[in-house]
């Protein structure tokens, strides 16, 4: 097969910063700096806004509004552990506390790697033969902590050419829209995948609520002895809380601008290997994408829907089959259901099908199993399937001797993808000389891979220090599966 390594390589930018919320040990702590804050002057006040601003509204995109949104929180959680208030501050010595508890976090400090890949939403104004596309990226900093960026650009399916659009000057953050409303049906059903719960404790809630709301409710009511019973209950409510949401984006900054940060307690410490997929249904089109959201002890897998790549639901994947990492859904249902590439075990690659998104309770059945010796450690897959007209192209990743990563394939049937026709016996991609050195070596990785017309668009990480792009045609590929 021809592969080509186009010249692109996406490197780690420690430079690309956004603000996050200064956690500190105990609410005690917000109230002491709230009270250095207010013995300043007005004037000392001014003074000090001023120099912040002069040291950081260079560096990020209306400066004030992360100041004014801190502010906001250190009130919320203030109010969340049953503390005293801050005083009622004038405007500016609100922003002049908020600029205190506000701390800037270098998104790619660590690393950038395993990129998935789909097609634009908007492809207005790309000329014959090109295609627009999105391209997520796993970026790592302080801490191990992981979120989602995004690059945007073109491909010209004939020549092979790739074109990155500019980055922007800005990383600008995303929220978790705080007025969803819930209703009591949206936990209920999904409270029946935590054990030895009580739904009874759902009364106590009012027909719809956002989730802080929930959370306030739930700690009145926490302290009558009936809630002591059933503290469990009221945690896992939270928890469905803390990790369906809905998130919002900025839509007048370039999509490259938006990063997606942890919003929950249970992705605090990353949002790992987010893998998107546009999925066609009938005329419909959304873009889903499964990912791993860790707290620093336990994984949860993530599904993430958007239409427009503005506005995003976040919701938890439930289920007995609902396990381990590396999901990738099918771009179509199969056979009336969606169906999911996983990998639960560790080392094998499973698939199931469901008739929901969220819940999935069939059993998963074993794939692919490691055969060939750069597959012997463990099996994983890299992205959701492409259809083509001999059957569905699975990409997948095998661990050999000393943890060494390399891409290989496999080609299932296209109306039952349970049944394997063909895997390849030799890598599709492994790592050059040139790519063995970084954060992880010896390893290339990826989370997803387009095609248009014969040829396929993958972008691939570099030993989890830098990304690469590379072309390949399909039915080569078949036909290398099929040889």
Not at 43 to 62: C, E, I, P, S
Not at 121 to 143: C, I, Y
Not at 148 to 158: K, L, M, P, S
């Amino acid at each position: 097969m021809n592969i080509n390594r186009t010249p692109i390589r996406l490197l780690a930018n420690p430079r690309r910063v956004v603000t996050r919320y200064l956690s500190l040990h105990g609410a005690h702590r917000v109230r002491h700096i709230a009270d250095r804050v207010g013995h300043f002057s007005e004037a000392d006040v001014l003074t000090m806004l001023a120099d912040a601003r002069a040291l950081f509204a260079h560096r990020h995109r209306r400066i004030d509004d992360a100041f004014r949104a801190n502010y906001e929180e250190a009130v919320s959680r203030l109010e969340g552990e049953g503390e005293a208030s801050v005083p009622d501050f004038s405007p500016d010595r609100k922003l002049l506390l908020g600029a205190c508890l506000t701390m800037e976090y270098s998104i790619q400090a660590a690393a950038l790697f395993n990129p998935s890949i789909v097609r634009h939403p908007d492809q207005s104004g790309v000329g014959e033969g090109g295609v627009r596309f999105v391209m997520s990226l796993r970026a790592t900093g302080e801490s191990h902590i992981s979120s989602v960026e995004f690059r945007t650009g073109t491909w010209q399916v004939a020549t092979g050419e790739v074109d990155l659009d500019e980055i922007p000057a800005f990383a600008t953050r995303s929220g978790k829209d705080w007025a969803k409303q819930y209703n009591k049906n949206f936990v209920k059903t999904r409270l029946a995948y935590f054990p030895q719960t009580n739904a009874v404790v759902l009364d106590v809630l009012p027909d719809t609520f956002t989730a802080r709301e929930a959370e306030q409710t739930l700690a009145d009511k926490n302290k009558t002895a009936f809630f002591d019973q059933v503290d469990h209950t009221r945690k896992a409510i939270l928890e469905i809380l803390d990790t369906n949401y809905d998130l919002l984006t900025n839509p007048d900054v370039p999509l490259a601008e938006r990063v997606i940060f942890p919003n929950a307690k249970g992705e605090s410490n990353g949002m790992e290997d987010v893998r998107f997929v546009e999925f066609r249904d009938g005329d419909e089109v959304h873009y889903y994408s499964t990912y791993t959201a860790y707290d620093g002890k336990t994984i949860k897998s993530q599904l993430m829907e958007t239409t427009d790549f503005v506005t995003f639901r976040v919701r938890t994947m439930y289920g007995k089959s609902v396990q381990d990492k590396g999901m990738a859904l099918f771009p179509e249902k199969i056979d009336g259901k969606y169906g999911m590439i996983t990998r639960q075990g560790g080392e094998y690659i499973n698939i199931q099908f469901s008739e929901s998104l969220y819940f999935w309770n069939d059993d998963y059945q074993t794939l692919l199993k490691p055969e060939q010796p750069w597959e012997i450690v463990q099996l994983g897959n890299c992205g959701s399937p492409i259809r083509t007209d001999a059957g569905w192209l699975l990409l997948t990743h095998g661990v050999g001797p000393v943890r060494r990563y390399t891409l290989g394939a496999a080609l299932l049937d296209l109306n039952d993808p349970t049944q394997v026709l063909a895997r390849l016996t030799e890598p599709l991609l492994e790592p050059s000389e040139d790519e063995r050195e970084g954060y992880v070596p010896n390893v290339v990785y990826t989370c997803g891979w387009i095609a248009e017309g014969d040829q396929i668009l993958m972008p691939y990480a570099q030993s989890d220090s830098a990304c690469g792009i590379i072309t390949l045609s399909k039915s080569e590929l078949v036909a290398e599966l099929l040889a």
